[in-house]
T-cell receptor
């Protein structure tokens, strides 16, 4: 079983609030990812990181930002939440080999609702 | 960029039935992933395969590289197999750590 954690699991918040979604893994993985998934739709990569102080934007444009100060921690921040940010956010990690053959381990997800 | 099509979108079966879920992609790849997403949202990696067939318990995954097609089979299906099954591939033939995901097949197994 993968050791990757996300908090909170559910969050309901008002428009304009700043929020941070937490993701931590204890597997020592260098690569970490944030995905956004709307109900019934596919996952879209919004951010990824190769390691400490490395962050890249994914394929789906997102108003969120990420940081990677420690290997095990990859938080995602929304400075001003809007109803369009309502979605499920999934964090994942994998070992650093740079190939699509790496297995990604997923956290349980955070279901965000912005009113 | 690779495009992933899964079929069927929804599948309802009776306990014990043999299940097949299909995945087709448009660009040659180095590896294909099958994932399982539970109703609560959590995702588990089931298989990563680049050729032939892999088996894990009642789950079997096959891939035909030439036809750009993969299938996931479940033998003796059980209600606990109810989940969304997702296929994922790299975006280009050269491979990438980033994946393109299908929309998933929602499987419901009734007792």
């Amino acid at each position: 079983e993968a050791d990757i954690y996300q908090t909170p699991r559910y969050l309901v918040i008002g428009t304009g609030k700043k929020i941070t979604l937490e993701c931590s893994q204890t597997m020592g993985h260098d690569k970490m990812y944030w995905y956004q998934q709307d109900p019934g739709m596919e996952l879209h990569l919004i951010h990824y990181s190769y390691g400490v102080n490395s962050t890249e934007k994914g394929d789906l444009s997102s108003e969120s930002t990420v940081s990677r100060i420690r290997t095990e921690h990859f938080p995602l921040t929304l400075e001003s939440a809007r109803p369009s940010h309502t979605s499920q956010y999934l964090c994942a990690s994998s070992e650093l080999s740079g190939q699509s053959t790496d297995t990604q381990y997923f956290g349980p997800g955070t279901r965000l609702t912005v009113l | 960029k690779n495009e992933v099509e899964q079929s069927p979108q929804n599948l309802t079966a009776q306990e014990g039935e043999f299940i097949t879920i299909n995945c087709s992609y448009s660009v040659g790849i180095s590896a294909l992933h099958w994932l399982q997403q539970h109703p609560g949202g959590g995702i588990v990696s089931l298989f990563m395969l680049s050729s032939g067939k892999k088996k894990h318990g009642r789950l079997i995954a096959t891939i035909n590289i030439q036809e750009k097609h993969s299938s996931l089979h479940i033998t003796a299906s059980h209600p606990r197999d109810s989940a969304v099954y997702i296929c994922a591939v790299p975006p280009t033939q050269g491979g990438s750590e980033k994946l393109v995901f299908g929309k998933g097949t929602k499987l419901t197994v009734n007792p």
